[in-house]
């Protein structure tokens, strides 16, 4: 079954150290990755995708995700934190550029934590 | 990006009535998608609203309950009906911006629902 995987609820990371929220996924064929951020009470706002070529993506905000195939992952990274990263961050797969995109996968979620 | 507007943003509601959600986007969509999520919880896909034409439910999810309208290109509606405490959520709606993306969904800000 194709599924999308974020191991960690929390993350806390001190502000001005780089962070790290992980992703993994198994899909079959050849993915279209994507991140989102929550804040409170507010709907879902796109980071940034991968669909293919340079295997680093940069995105809002400063944030970068590297997708790694042999690895089926897609972390997402950020150099130096701000408190105002602190929200829900979500990764979500679709599988392929054909598909539905109802087929879109969300991960569980990801509660990011920036102390000052 | 598409811009989505979604109304209510929340509301209280007693059980056994019935809420209609609005949602209006900015620009014509050929998609456009409700999701459920439980607070701090990941989505939950309730249907894809076609227009023109009767919406496509996921599993576990039924049009007597949750029906959907998408009368044209820009606006959808779903309706929660004779609600119960376990219908307390947040409301999502999407688009696919078509030619516009590559692959992603824009979300409105959510309608969040408590039923007493």
């Known amino acids: 079954a194709q599924s999308v995987a974020q191991p960690e609820d929390q993350v806390n990371v001190a502000e001005g150290n780089p962070l790290t929220v992980k992703c993994t996924y198994s899909v079959s064929g050849n993915p279209y990755l994507f991140w989102y951020v929550q804040y409170p009470n507010r709907g879902l706002q796109f980071l940034l995708k991968y669909i293919t070529g340079d295997n680093l993506v940069k995105g809002s905000y400063g944030f970068e995700a590297e997708f790694n195939k042999s690895q089926t992952s897609f972390h997402l990274k950020k150099p130096s934190a701000l408190v105002s990263d602190s929200a829900l961050y979500f990764c979500a797969v679709r599988p392929g550029r054909y598909s539905s995109a109802s087929k879109i996968i969300f991960g569980s979620g990801t509660r990011l934590s920036i102390r000052p | 990006s598409a811009v989505i507007s979604q109304k209510p943003s929340r509301d209280i509601c007693q059980r056994g009535t019935s809420l209609t959600i609005q949602c209006q986007v900015d620009s014509q969509v050929t998609m456009m998608f409700w999701y459920r999520q439980q607070p701090g919880q990941s989505l939950t896909l309730i249907a894809t609203?076609?227009?023109?034409?009767?919406?496509?439910?996921e599993s576990g999810f039924v049009i007597d309950k949750f029906p959907i309208s998408r009368p044209n290109l820009t606006f959808s509606t779903l309706t929660v009906s004779n609600m119960s405490p376990e219908d307390s959520s947040i409301y999502l709606c999407?688009?696919?911006?078509?030619?516009?993306?590559?692959?992603?969904?824009?979300f409105g800000e959510g309608s969040r629902l408590t039923v007493l």
């Open positions: 609203a076609n227009q023109g034409s009767e919406a496509t439910y």
């Open positions: 999407s688009a696919e911006a078509g030619a516009r993306a590559d692959g992603e969904l824009f």
